[in-house]
């Protein structure tokens, strides 16, 4: 069954960075297109970013765009975040997804997900 698996969270100062890893088994990665998403404390899902199977192309939120960057190692199997000038506003629990969101009642819906890692950004 589709397993990910993220890491690389933790407690970041504003204007700090960070990289998200996530480790995916299960399913053809090489194949898949791949999303990441975060829920922030009281707020619903909140799809932050996305990218081809081959990183033909990536997709970004208007909040991250400019400031994170999406990438995949279809060789080892992982995608990943990385995360610069953080703000306040990115603390959440972050979620790698297999595929494209799908939008449900407006709001994005992944049929696989992994546990989350927690991103705190705080002075």
């Known amino acids: 069954q589709v397993q990910l698996v993220e890491s690389g969270g933790g407690l970041a100062q504003p204007g700090g960075s960070l990289r998200l890893s996530c480790a995916a088994s299960?399913?053809?990665?090489?194949?898949?297109?791949m999303s990441w998403a975060r829920q922030a404390p009281g707020k619903g899902l909140e799809w932050v970013s996305g990218?081809?199977?081959?990183?033909?192309?990536?997709y970004y939120a208007a909040s991250v765009k400019g400031r994170f960057t999406i990438s995949r190692d279809n060789a080892k199997n992982t995608l990943y975040l990385q995360m610069n000038s953080l703000e306040p506003e990115d603390t959440a629990l972050y979620y790698c997804?297999?595929?494209?969101?799908?939008?449900?009642?407006?709001?994005?819906?992944?049929?696989?997900w992994g546990q989350g890692t927690q991103v705190t950004v705080s002075s």
């Open positions: 997804a297999k595929d494209w969101p799908t939008l449900v009642d407006g709001h994005p819906r992944f049929a696989s």
């Open positions: 990218i081809y199977s081959d990183s033909s192309d990536t």
């Open positions: 299960g399913f053809t990665f090489s194949s898949s297109a």
